[in-house]
């Protein structure tokens, strides 16, 4: 059972202007990812773009993997184009995911845009409810909502434009959260995955309220699996990779 | 049967495929997907004496077939190094060489007489690591002191050998290349990645923050083929040839222009097998060709 | 209204797009594809005093985000050139910049005062061409004979600019950037193609029968990027960028680093429109920025 | 009407173990090519390959151009892959065709392999009967027969296996023929394409014969419109650009 292995695409949608959700089915006995984790995906056959992007999967099913991505470049523009029955060479799963909740402890999920992807994988193994912050440009980028509640989920929804939910940033939301509709009784954890300057906001709210959480990071990546110490991140223990002691960090671990 | 095996000075491979510097770790991360024993040898990532904690993010850009990095010699140090990872790759039956970077003739010293000691198989000179501002790109593009460098370390050396890894950087590759082997260095290796940089037009800032970085991949492949073959023909010690090497195709063009052994660097990133590929790649082309010996096909190419 | 004209010594260019010498032949065979009176500037393939036949077939080669040529210079010579294609230039609203390439100094300064009195706008010396065993490349890797060169040349110049192509093969290309704007060169352009070759491992025979090729294409952006910049910091003198500018983002990138203009080469055999959609883009560009003189992103990326 | 334009892939199909079928549909108005000039056709969006590859077009139907091409390395494979629907961007038509034969001479057309693409475009063109002389290695590449009976062409056919036709190469052929079976009041006039080493020994027959002829050449094209000058092969007068002043070369000026 390798972490290199050929992966059939079964489904490739469009689900709004930013999102898209990619179906693969693995043509090979593979490992079981962990919620957090994420995978490098071929974009080409060719040299150019030469290198696989970092994505971190969305569900997983018996025999498929999905995953969500928006288009940014290059490389995600091939991926738009990727057609049934095409196959991908992939890398996964890869780094250290969000680590289980413990018993004792109500979690928080907050999820920017695109970064709802690692952060559902996780709602979808926790054994029972919790809380979502969800933000987004508009309410049609705010996705998978019936799938979140259908799981449990008590849901806090935030739009940029305010075309849903409150209108602001979902760190406002979760500073909004703490103080008027938390119960002290809760010992709550975040767990996060958004745009840089949203976790950063995340983190000030977190250590401002006392509160510990976790953050899956991105940083451009060459290889994905820990051997060219491209993917670095300044924490307070010194510089990190995020493809392998990552994606996930402390969230008071990471200095901003 | 096909004989793969190579000599690099002293140094006996059981194949011409290493892995290069700075693009294998220090192994650990690749035993999950080939078998480690099947390498010729495994370069590891340069050490210096001190741990270096590198440059900040961003550390790496894609380019047209190829990627630049500023990783800034990021490495555990030397002490750290001997202690908790030469044991590992002790474990294996490859050849382990070791990459070495100093500021200084007395840190090249000192790093190559102790790995010596602990009996490391070769010593790789990295005089041409275009990430840091002072220290080794100087003693990669001035020939006086890459001769003192070379001949100081080759004196502290009983038994590794010395690899003298070449810059690309210099105007004329033979010069050097004569330069290394007339200073006692057992053999070369060449190329280490160009000079490069990139601009994001939207924010016009340079893509990685240490601005200029190091070019490696398919796209300086041909350059790294002219070195090694102008290398070939000035000098008579064995070359190492590296840059952009994917496929086993790309492997035996450099050894067709003279290299006698070769290192996978950004390949093992695209694919992490690429050097077992490689391997077995190069021996089905000498029995498609029906040459015996690996050797014979070191500066094999028909010049005009 | 956005301002894209710039000056070039004393040479004002109506936009910073020109073609780079040898990939736009003497402009006939794009004046079905393009309005040549939309460019900057037309850079017409290297002339030398006698006509030259070139090398022998294969000619190029393609390499991974690149490609391999070596013309060899071929060319009708001054006097056709005069005779027959200058003229066909003329009918256009364009400058005309004439890469010269001679053996010694004589046939360089004979070249630049004939083609000087014709009137052309400017001339761009080629001191770096890699295709020619004797000539050329020696300028361009000699800052003695360089400054030797340009300054024999400058004085036999009355009204024509003059700009000095600089080699890429050079190891410190500042260097030379000095002694062009020192030795008396209106602007200097760079960088040229970078020396590169490949086999055949079927046949074992260069892909080029010259074996060395130049290497040109997106896969040595990142290289020229980067030495346009250094040149930018080390002179005073406007410098024009080259090396595998496809698209208009490609240009920006280096007039960012430091370029006040740019030359298209193997982007015109990708799309022979390349030049006139990088006008297009550059000009989209700087409204989306709000920027209403090019002149004012020369040199504009934030360094750190 | 530019040279440069856009086509959509209207179908690609496997012709045998060696060549293929590509139909495509010009979506701007385009020149009307002469039979044995080229097109340049784009093999990837991407910078790799890098450039365009030439082939000369087999057929042209109100709305359509015909290529027949054989898969040799990376860009035919890439090609290969051509899904319908795909739209590509091309150049051309380009060079210099073969000259339409004067009334009073007997063509005959010879063609190697692949070589047959220029060759049927120009029998399409050819008002009245003529010869053809058709190599390939085996039966199952020996392709078009019917539609050339079609045209009213009189057909000699060589294997180089013997697996149809006389055993042999079309060089032969074209000496067995001149020797046996032409007519002393026609005056035969070649028109041939293939590999080159056939296309040599075509042209010593020729000679030998005292027979003038036209042969299409291929060389290495980075541009295929006459800039680079990369694709020079030595003619009695000098360097000629394959691109510009051929593909089709009078036969006897062809240094081989
Ligand atoms: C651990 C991890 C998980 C991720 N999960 C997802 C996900 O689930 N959905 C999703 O849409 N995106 C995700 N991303 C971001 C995604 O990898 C980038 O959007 C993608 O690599 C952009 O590639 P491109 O070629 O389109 O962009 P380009 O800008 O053309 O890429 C150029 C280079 O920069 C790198 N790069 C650019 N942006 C990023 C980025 N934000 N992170 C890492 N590398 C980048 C590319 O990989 C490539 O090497 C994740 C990133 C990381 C590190
Ligand atoms: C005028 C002309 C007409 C042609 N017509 C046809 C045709 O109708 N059908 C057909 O199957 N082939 C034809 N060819 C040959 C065809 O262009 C090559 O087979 C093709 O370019 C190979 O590309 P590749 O990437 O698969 O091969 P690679 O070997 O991977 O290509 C590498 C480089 O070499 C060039 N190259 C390799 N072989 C040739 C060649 N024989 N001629 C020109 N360039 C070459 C490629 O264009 C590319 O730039 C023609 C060539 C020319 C010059
Ligand atoms: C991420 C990265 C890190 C590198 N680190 C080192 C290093 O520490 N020491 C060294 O001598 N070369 C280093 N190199 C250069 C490679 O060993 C090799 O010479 C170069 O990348 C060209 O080969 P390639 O094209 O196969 O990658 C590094 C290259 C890369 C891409
Ligand atoms: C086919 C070809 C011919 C060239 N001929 C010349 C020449 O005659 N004189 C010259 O100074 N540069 C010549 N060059 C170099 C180009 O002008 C340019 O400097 C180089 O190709 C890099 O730019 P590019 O990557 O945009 O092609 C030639 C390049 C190519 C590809
Ligand atoms: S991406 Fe290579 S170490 Fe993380
Ligand atoms: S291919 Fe460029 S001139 Fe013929």
Same mark, same amino acid.
């Not at chain 2, 380019?63 to 790759?89: D, H």
């Not at chain 2, 790093?111 to 010596?116: E, G, N, P, Q, Y």
């Given at each position: 059972?390798?972490?290199?292995?050929?992966?059939?695409?079964?489904?490739?949608?469009?689900?709004?202007?930013?999102?898209?959700?990619?179906?693969?089915?693995?043509?090979?006995?593979?490992?079981?990812?962990?919620?957090?984790?994420?995978?490098?995906?071929?974009?080409?056959?060719?040299?150019?773009?030469?290198?696989?992007?970092?994505?971190?999967?969305?569900?997983?099913?018996?025999?498929?993997?999905?995953?969500?991505?928006?288009?940014?470049?290059?490389?995600?523009?091939?991926?738009?184009?990727?057609?049934?029955?095409?196959?991908?060479?992939?890398?996964?799963?890869?780094?250290?995911?969000?680590?289980?909740?413990?018993?004792?402890?109500?979690?928080?999920?907050?999820?920017?845009?695109?970064?709802?992807?690692?952060?559902?994988?996780?709602?979808?193994?926790?054994?029972?409810?919790?809380?979502?912050?969800?933000?987004?440009?508009?309410?049609?980028?705010?996705?998978?909502?019936?799938?979140?509640?259908?799981?449990?989920?008590?849901?806090?929804?935030?739009?940029?434009?305010?075309?849903?939910?409150?209108?602001? #940033?979902?760190?406002?939301?979760?500073?909004?959260?703490?103080?008027?509709?938390?119960?002290?009784?809760?010992?709550?954890?975040?767990?996060?995955?958004?745009?840089?300057?949203?976790?950063?906001?995340?983190?000030?709210?977190?250590?401002?309220?006392?509160?510990?959480?976790?953050?899956?990071?991105?940083?451009?990546?060459?290889?994905?699996?820990?051997?060219?110490?491209?993917?670095?991140?300044?924490?307070?223990?010194?510089?990190?990779?995020?493809?392998?002691?990552?994606?996930?960090?402390?969230?008071?671990?990471?200095?901003? | 049967?096909?004989?793969? #095996?190579?000599?690099?000075?002293?140094?006996?491979?059981?194949?011409?495929?290493?892995?290069?510097?700075?693009?294998?770790?220090?192994?650990?991360?690749?035993?999950?997907?080939?078998?480690?024993?099947?390498?010729?040898?495994?370069?590891?990532?340069?050490?210096?004496?001190?741990?270096?904690?590198?440059?900040?993010?961003?550390?790496?850009?894609?380019?047209?077939?190829?990627?630049?990095?500023?990783?800034?010699?990021?490495?555990?140090?030397?002490?750290?190094?001997?202690?908790?990872?030469?044991?590992?790759?002790?474990?294996?039956?490859?050849?382990?060489?070791?990459?070495?970077?100093?500021?200084?003739?007395?840190?090249?010293?000192?790093?190559?007489?102790?790995?010596?000691?602990?009996?490391?198989?070769?010593?790789?000179?990295?005089?041409?690591?275009?990430?840091?501002?002072?220290?080794?790109?100087?003693?990669?593009?001035?020939?006086?002191?890459?001769?003192?460098?070379?001949?100081?370390?080759?004196?502290?050396?009983?038994?590794?050998?010395?690899?003298?890894?070449?810059?690309?950087?210099?105007?004329?590759?033979?010069?050097?290349?004569?330069?290394?082997?007339?200073?006692?260095?057992?053999?070369?290796?060449?190329?280490?990645?160009?000079?490069?940089?990139?601009?994001?037009?939207?924010?016009?800032?340079?893509?990685?923050?240490?601005?200029?970085?190091?070019?490696?991949?398919?796209?300086?492949?041909?350059?790294?083929?002219?070195?090694?073959?102008?290398?070939?023909?000035?000098?008579?010690?064995?070359?190492?040839?590296?840059?952009?090497?994917?496929?086993?195709?790309?492997?035996?063009?450099?050894?067709?222009?003279?290299?006698?052994?070769?290192?996978?660097?950004?390949?093992?990133?695209?694919?992490?097998?690429?050097?077992?590929?490689?391997?077995?790649?190069?021996?089905?082309?000498?029995?498609?060709?029906?040459?015996?010996?690996?050797?014979?096909?070191?500066?094999?190419?028909?010049?005009?």
């Amino acid at each position: 059972m390798s972490k290199l292995f050929r992966a059939e695409v079964v489904s490739n949608l469009t689900l709004n202007d930013k999102n898209n959700l990619l179906t693969l089915k693995p043509l090979e006995k593979v490992l079981k990812p962990e919620p957090g984790q994420f995978y490098m995906i071929e974009v080409s056959h060719t040299y150019d773009p030469l290198l696989k992007r970092p994505f971190s999967y969305l569900r997983r099913r018996v025999a498929e993997l999905q995953f969500l991505y928006a288009v940014r470049g290059r490389g995600t523009s091939l991926m738009k184009k990727f057609k049934e029955g095409m196959v991908i060479n992939m890398i996964g799963p890869l780094g250290r995911g969000y680590p289980r909740p413990r018993k004792d402890c109500m979690p928080l999920l907050v999820a920017g845009g695109t970064g709802i992807a690692p952060i559902f994988s996780l709602a979808e193994e926790l054994p029972r409810k919790a809380y979502i912050l969800h933000g987004a440009k508009c309410r049609d980028e705010l996705i998978l909502m019936d799938e979140l509640m259908g799981l449990g989920m008590e849901s806090f929804l935030c739009t940029d434009d305010g075309s849903f939910g409150v209108k602001g #940033t979902v760190a406002d939301a979760l500073y909004d959260f703490l103080m008027h509709k938390a119960s002290p009784s809760n010992h709550y954890v975040i767990f996060a995955c958004g745009p840089r300057q949203m976790l950063e906001a995340v983190a000030r709210v977190a250590s401002e309220k006392g509160i510990r959480g976790y953050a899956s990071l991105e940083e451009n990546m060459a290889c994905g699996f820990g051997a060219c110490l491209g993917c670095a991140v300044k924490t307070i223990h010194g510089y990190k990779r995020v493809c392998k002691e990552g994606p996930v960090f402390p969230i008071e671990d990471i200095v901003w | 049967m096909i004989n793969l #095996t190579v000599n690099i000075g002293n140094l006996k491979l059981k194949n011409p495929v290493m892995t290069a510097s700075g693009t294998f770790g220090y192994g650990e991360e690749y035993a999950e997907f080939i078998d480690l024993n099947r390498l010729g040898a495994i370069v590891v990532k340069g050490i210096s004496i001190e741990p270096m904690e590198g440059n900040p993010p961003p550390r790496t850009w894609e380019t047209p077939c190829g990627m630049l990095n500023a990783i800034g010699l990021q490495n555990i140090g030397l002490k750290r190094f001997l202690k908790e990872k030469l044991p590992f790759l002790r474990k294996f039956d490859t050849k382990v060489i070791v990459n070495i970077l100093g500021n200084t003739f007395e840190e090249y010293a000192k790093l190559a007489c102790s790995l010596d000691e602990e009996g490391v198989d070769a010593i790789e000179l990295n005089v041409s690591c275009p990430n840091v501002k002072r220290g080794g790109i100087i003693f990669g593009t001035d020939k006086k002191m890459l001769a003192k460098l070379v001949a100081g370390v080759k004196k502290c050396i009983k038994s590794a050998t010395l690899i003298t890894k070449l810059s690309p950087n210099a105007s004329d590759i033979k010069e050097f290349a004569i330069v290394a082997e007339s200073s006692g260095s057992d053999a070369i290796s060449l190329i280490n990645t160009i000079r490069g940089m990139s601009i994001d037009i939207e924010t016009r800032k340079p893509r990685l923050v240490n601005v200029i970085g190091g070019l490696s991949g398919p796209a300086i492949r041909p350059i790294a083929v002219r070195m090694v073959w102008e290398a070939y023909e000035a000098v008579n010690i064995p070359i190492i040839g590296i840059g952009g090497i994917i496929k086993s195709e790309d492997a035996i063009e450099f050894m067709l222009a003279g290299a006698s052994a070769v290192q996978v660097g950004t390949g093992n990133f695209l694919n992490p097998r690429a050097t077992i590929e490689i391997v077995d790649g190069i021996e089905a082309y000498l029995k498609r060709k029906s040459v015996s010996n690996v050797g014979e096909i070191v500066g094999a190419f028909i010049g005009s």
